[in-house]
T-cell receptor, first 114, second 114 residues
């Protein structure tokens, strides 16, 4: 119940395409759903986050869509660029604890071809 | 603003040896996290400090792993004795607040146990 399941494991798109990464969860106590971006040799960096009472959030070319009833959320990258090639992790913050513990998905490696 | 600093960046040891990792969080960040990231997986929280107190160490293998955060700033994570399955990247992160998804990660230490 503490898991966040992420798919696909890897994704290849052409420049300008719209890659979509999906995540699913079970624990209704999760209260924030952030996405992190990780480049090789670097630590993850926060990209965008959403609360479960919001259905969509956009920041630049990155959009999170959230379906509370289905317990699913996804990341869309508009007009993808080769510089977006990285590993993307969805996560969930455990609101039932006073620590805000983050549970990460398994990650999706995205390659954007020029 | 300086980011989260970690050292060493790489470490190779033999099984049953001991190893220590060091982390210096962003100045002013009260909360410090240690994560383990096994190749192909998302980060898994090992321990979370609030100032110099432990708030979550539920996933820390306490028979071999230990961590401390003296004076509420720097932190050290130790493994003794190491096992093959400890091969991973050890990430340190910090945040200004306690229960927050907005965490700032260091570059990590890649540990290889042979």
């Amino acid at each position: 119940q503490q898991q966040v399941k992420q798919s696909p494991q890897s994704l290849i798109v052409q420049k300008g395409g719209i890659p979509i990464i999906n995540c699913a969860y079970e624990n209704t106590a999760f209260d924030y759903f952030p996405w992190y971006q990780q480049f090789p040799g670097k630590g993850p960096a926060l990209l965008i986050a959403i609360r479960p009472d919001v259905s969509e959030k956009k920041e630049g070319r990155f959009t999170i869509s959230f379906n509370k009833s289905a317990k699913q959320f996804s990341l869309h990258i508009m007009d993808s660029q080769p510089g977006d090639s990285a590993t993307y992790f969805c996560a969930a913050s455990d609101g039932s604890s006073n620590t805000g513990k983050l549970i990460f998905g398994q990650g999706t490696t995205l390659q954007v071809k020029p | 603003e300086a980011g989260v600093a970690q050292s060493p960046r790489y470490k190779i040891i033999e099984k049953r040896q001991s190893v220590a990792f060091w982390c210096n969080p962003i100045s002013g960040h009260a909360t410090l996290y240690w994560y383990q990231q096994i190749l192909g997986q998302g980060p898994k929280l090992l321990i979370q400090f609030q100032n110099n107190g432990v708030v979550d160490d539920s996933q820390l293998p306490k028979d071999r792993f230990s961590a401390e955060r003296l004076k509420g700033v720097d932190s050290t994570l130790k493994i003794q004795p190491a096992k093959l399955e400890d091969s991973a990247v050890y990430l340190c992160a910090s945040s200004f607040g306690s229960a927050t998804y907005e965490q700032y990660f260091g570059p990590g230490t890649r540990l290889t146990v042979t």
